[in-house]
């Protein structure tokens, strides 16, 4: 299992951090759904609740069995769920820490969730439910981002360090698990859809019409440009060779080689010899 990074500078003030993650993962096709979506704010004010309800609302399709969310100051996280185990409402994410100073939503399986638990169970952690997700915020208490090393599966996930006011957000490199984030105004917001990024009202979402041609053209959309004219795609180089940085997007997937893609295999691939080439096509 390898992994990716971005390190994000979104402009937002100082002691504020965003780290984006994605993983390769060739462990199985279950495809397991449910919805994750939530905002952060740097500017000092207050997340919505209601609006984390409205995000909720629009991934209802991807999680039909139960919805929860946590909202606290300018942390908002929401998750619509398909119950598989543990099918408790107590168990439904956001799920957090024992001290409740680390919140974590997550789409997808861990498979060798089982045998972390008990890891981390022989450690001292103490847990509340019995599925993968609250394994991840005691995963990431006891490893910090090296957690993904220990992790195998495919999903995608966004977990608030409340010490750090630090936002970590993972996802399957094979894309089998969806993440889209936008920058809106001082604040982040991110999502399972599109549709669920933008409720925010803050967001501002026109068509670019010259990258939507390219993509009509070529089947991908060359750096920097996005399918938004708001937005634009970074192409500094982060994490050595294996990564990219993303600059301000407007409801993007996660990855950032400006390429429309399926979210399948051969795509992924097709991403990874245009980034070799420079990420332009040529």
């Not at 780290?19 to 939530?38: D, E, P, T």
């Not at 997808?108 to 969730?113: D, H, I, Q, R």
């Not at 608030?160 to 993440?179: C, I, N, S, V």
């Not at 939507?212 to 795609?233: E, H, M, N, W």
């Amino acid at each position: 299992m390898c992994f990716e990074s971005w390190n994000l500078t979104l402009g937002f003030p100082r002691g504020s951090t965003i780290i984006l993650h994605r993983s390769v993962s060739f462990f199985g096709l279950w495809k397991a759904m449910c919805g994750i979506c939530g905002k952060i704010r740097f500017d000092g004010g207050d997340v919505d609740a209601s609006l984390i309800e409205s995000m909720c609302g629009q991934l209802a399709h991807r999680g039909p069995d139960d919805s929860n969310l946590h909202v606290a100051g300018g942390v908002g996280l929401g998750q619509r769920r398909l119950s598989v185990i543990d099918l408790r409402h107590e168990a439904a994410p956001p799920l957090a820490n024992e001290d409740k100073t680390v919140w974590v939503v997550s789409n997808g399986e861990v498979y060798n969730f089982r045998e972390l638990r008990s890891r981390l169970q022989a450690k001292g952690h103490k847990f509340r439910t019995a599925g993968d997700t609250e394994v991840i915020a005691h995963l990431y208490e006891e490893h910090g981002t090296d957690c993904l090393s220990h992790m195998r599966g495919m999903f995608a996930f966004a977990l608030w360090d409340e010490r750090k006011k630090t936002l970590f957000a993972a996802r399957d490199r094979l894309g089998q698990k969806p993440f889209f984030y936008a920058r809106a105004g001082a604040s982040l917001v991110f999502g399972s859809e599109i549709r669920a990024v933008t409720c925010d009202p803050e967001l501002a979402v026109e068509p670019n019409y010259g990258a939507i041609d390219l993509y009509l053209t070529y089947q991908y959309v060359p750096t920097p440009l996005l399918g938004s004219a708001a937005a634009r795609k970074d192409r500094r180089r982060a994490g050595g060779d294996r990564g990219r940085a993303a600059c301000p997007a407007q409801a993007d997937r996660a990855p950032a080689h400006g390429f429309g893609r399926s979210g399948g295999c051969f795509s992924e691939r097709r991403a990874g010899l245009l980034g070799r080439r420079g990420g332009d096509g040529r």
